[in-house]
């Protein structure tokens, strides 16, 4: 899965503002959500408890949740973390993958909500330019959480959160110069089961499709999951007006 930055025209920002929180989405647990500084937020999910040695179908995982955001601005990093009951970082290993969804905005490529972020195991710190890039959130909107865990470990971990830290440019500063929507693409689109039997030697999946709406790639950001078979990952454009 690939994740990037795409321009789009200012008014589907206005557009984005107005929106209604489906009773689905309001019905999910809130997430505790604390802003640690000007510009900085961490939301928590429930703690799970997590025995040495299990995959991620073994454990009970935190629930899928919600989180509100308690003040608007461009969203520039974020990162991913799993913490004890102290707030004492634990093995980043035991993250199998987190999902950000906004479920009142659409996907570039497919009809489905808006992955606002995704991070796996592999996925370490991710940030681009605050000066230039931002992804736009309002005061109030409301995003689904959803994570995985697993702890290939031999220590158990009875109390393990997901904590994710947002870094933002707040509301009304100058910068950043361009807003811009995250995207993503996977090789097994559209939706459905993505595992498949995987032959010896090189083998290839691939997927093609067009975006909903011109605009420009601004840049490309690898944030989504990799198999450990895999050995490259590639988007590429087969013409359009930015090839």
């Given at each position: 899965m690939n994740t990037a930055f795409f321009l789009l025209p200012l008014w589907l920002f206005w557009l984005a503002g107005i929106r209604d929180v489906p009773p689905a989405v309001a019905a999910l647990p809130l997430a505790h959500?604390?802003?640690?500084?000007?510009?900085?937020?961490?939301?928590?999910?429930?703690?799970?408890?997590?025995?040495?040695?299990?995959?991620?179908?073994?454990?009970?995982?935190?629930?899928?949740?919600?989180?509100?955001?308690?003040?608007?601005?461009?969203?520039?990093?974020?990162?991913?973390?799993?913490?004890?009951?102290?707030?004492?970082?634990?093995?980043?290993?035991?993250?199998?993958?987190?999902?950000?969804?906004?479920p009142e905005a659409r996907e570039l490529f497919l009809p489905i909500s808006h992955r606002l972020l995704a991070a796996g195991t592999e996925t370490g710190d991710t940030k681009v330019p605050w000066l230039i890039f931002?992804?736009?959130?309002?005061?109030?909107?409301?995003?689904?959480?959803?994570?995985?865990l697993h702890n290939p470990t031999g220590q158990s971990y009875p109390d393990a959160r997901v904590r994710l830290v947002l870094?933002?440019?707040?509301?009304?500063?100058?910068?950043?110069?361009?807003?811009?929507y995250t995207w993503q693409m996977d090789v097994l689109f559209p939706v459905g089961n993505k595992s498949f039997d995987l032959p010896p030697g090189h083998s290839e999946r691939w997927w093609?499709?067009?975006?909903?709406?011109?605009?420009?790639?601004?840049?490309?950001?690898?944030?989504?999951?990799?198999?450990?078979?895999?050995?490259?990952?590639?988007?590429s454009s087969s013409g359009g007006p930015n090839p």
């Open positions: 959500v604390t802003e640690e500084r000007a510009g900085r937020l961490a939301a928590e999910l429930r703690s799970v408890n997590l025995p040495a040695h299990t995959m991620h179908h073994m454990v009970l995982q935190p629930p899928v949740s919600r989180i509100e955001i308690p003040s608007g601005g461009s969203v520039y990093g974020f990162q991913v973390e799993v913490v004890d009951g102290e707030g004492r970082a634990l093995p980043r290993t035991l993250i199998h993958h987190l999902n950000v969804i906004d931002g992804h736009p959130v309002q005061a109030g909107q409301t995003l689904i959480v959803s994570a995985m870094d933002y440019t707040p509301t009304g500063r100058p910068w950043p110069f361009f807003q811009a093609e499709g067009s975006p909903a709406i011109p605009g420009t790639v601004a840049t490309c950001i690898n944030t989504g999951r990799r198999s450990s078979f895999g050995t490259k990952r590639r988007a």
